[in-house]
C-alpha cells in the first residue's frame, strides 16, 4: 500500500488545517488507515484512525478538536480536520494503514503550530 500525503506546513495557534492521505487502494480494503504524529525529542503517537469497522479512535489529547474521516467522492482518501491547533500540536504527521498485520506508512508532513 503506498500513502501520499497533503497538507501541513505553518499554521497559527486556532487555526484549522486539513490533512490529506491517498492511498493506492479503497480504503474499504485497508484493516485501518490514520495519523500517526511525531514531535521532536517525542515518540511516535497514533493521532487518529479509522477502523474497517468504521469505529475512529483519537488521541486523547486532540479529542473533540480533530475528526478523521473518508472523503465523500474519492473511495482511497481519508481527510484529517484539525482544529483549534495549538503549539503542542507541533509535529510530522504521518500518513499509515494497516493490512491484517502490516503497517505502511507515508511520508511525513510537519505541522508547525506558531504565531
Known amino acids: 500500500v503506498q500513502l501520499q500525503a497533503s497538507g501541513g506546513g505553518l499554521v497559527q495557534p486556532g487555526g484549522s488545517p486539513r490533512l490529506s492521505c491517498a492511498a493506492s487502494?479503497?480504503?474499504?480494503?485497508?484493516?485501518?488507515i490514520g495519523w500517526y504524529r511525531q514531535a521532536p525529542g517525542k515518540e511516535r503517537e497514533l493521532v487518529a484512525a479509522?477502523?474497517?469497522?468504521?469505529?475512529?479512535?483519537y488521541a486523547d489529547s486532540v479529542k473533540g478538536r480533530f475528526t478523521i474521516f473518508e472523503d465523500s467522492t474519492r473511495n482511497n482518501m481519508v481527510h484529517l480536520q484539525m482544529n483549534n491547533l495549538r503549539p503542542e500540536d507541533t509535529a510530522v504527521y504521518f500518513c499509515n494503514a494497516e493490512v491484517l498485520i502490516v503497517m505502511y506508512w507515508g511520508h511525513g508532513t510537519l505541522v508547525t503550530v506558531s504565531s
Open positions: 487502494r479503497s480504503v474499504s480494503s485497508l484493516n485501518a
Open positions: 479509522l477502523r474497517i469497522t468504521g469505529r475512529t479512535d
